[in-house]
Antibody, heavy 118, light 111 residues
Framework: EVQLVESGGGLVRPGGSLKLSCAAS????????IHWVRQAPGKGLEWVGH??????????GYAASVRGRFISSRDEAKSTAYLQMNNLKSEDTAVYYC?????????WGQGTLVTVSS | GMTQSPDSLAVSLGERATINCKSS????????????LAWYQQKPGQPPKLLIH???IRKSGVPDRFSGSGSETDFTLTISSLQAEDVAVYYC?????????FGQGTKVEMK
């Protein structure tokens, strides 16, 4: 069974940092891109960024709202993707989901809540 | 972007529900003739559940009362016979290009 499990969320002060993890199982992680999508409380879905596979040179991209602050990475040996979030702002408060894509959308994780507040 | 209509609808048990999604750009990839459009169902406190990808392909385990149709810029999600457990918010999403974009959501309620 394809499974993605996010972790690392929590409460952080404005300007702080947090690193999210997305542990994958049940599929060929190395061949998949991992996307990050967030959902602010009571709001819709917003794409955050992604990192492609080794075959695609681990290319990454980010939404304008997080570019320069968020960085995607991955560890093939651990079948885990990461989202390093720096200089966090109150508007980054959301549930963060990771999504696996291999040609088409395969699976979503259950999400991890990030709260940015003083 | 992606625009859904209506924003909400109330449907009687067993009746049909139809949600429309319009993209500002074609989602049809010529080389494989596939539309990069997905539909999701989200219930309170839960992650989005993928119902349909490639515009019309049901994800394994999704009841066949859910169907997707359309091509290029205009798409439809149909629930042929609404059940109580279908009350939720539904989103369309394009994954043709990044940044991915989502519709604003359609809330489906029971009349």
């Amino acid at each position: 069974e394809v499974q993605l499990v996010e972790s690392g969320g929590g409460l952080v002060r404005p300007g702080g940092s947090l690193k999210l993890s997305c542990a994958a199982s049940g599929f060929t992680f190395s061949g998949s891109a991992i996307h990050w999508v967030r959902q602010a409380p009571g709001k819709g879905l917003e794409w955050v960024g992604h990192i492609r596979s080794r075959a695609n040179n681990y290319a990454s991209g980010y939404a304008a709202s997080v570019r320069g602050r968020f960085i995607s990475s991955r560890d093939e040996a651990k079948s885990t993707a990461y989202l390093q979030m720096n200089n966090l702002k109150s508007e980054d408060t959301a549930v963060y989901y990771c999504v696996s894509v291999d040609a088409t959308i395969d699976a979503w994780g259950q999400g991890t809540l990030v709260t940015v507040s003083s | 972007g992606m625009t859904q209509s209506p924003d909400s609808l109330a449907v009687s048990l067993g009746e049909r529900a139809t949600i429309n999604c319009k993209s500002s750009q074609s989602l049809l990839f010529d080389s494989n003739n596939k539309n990069y459009l997905a539909w999701y169902q989200q219930k309170p406190g839960q992650p989005p559940k993928l119902l349909i990808h490639w515009a019309s392909i049901r994800k394994s385990g999704v009841p066949d009362r859910f169907s997707g149709s359309g091509s290029e810029t205009d798409f439809t999600l149909t629930i042929s016979s609404l059940q109580a457990e279908d009350v939720a918010v539904y989103y369309c999403q394009q994954y043709y290009r990044t940044p991915w974009t989502f519709g604003q959501g359609t809330k489906v309620e029971m009349k």
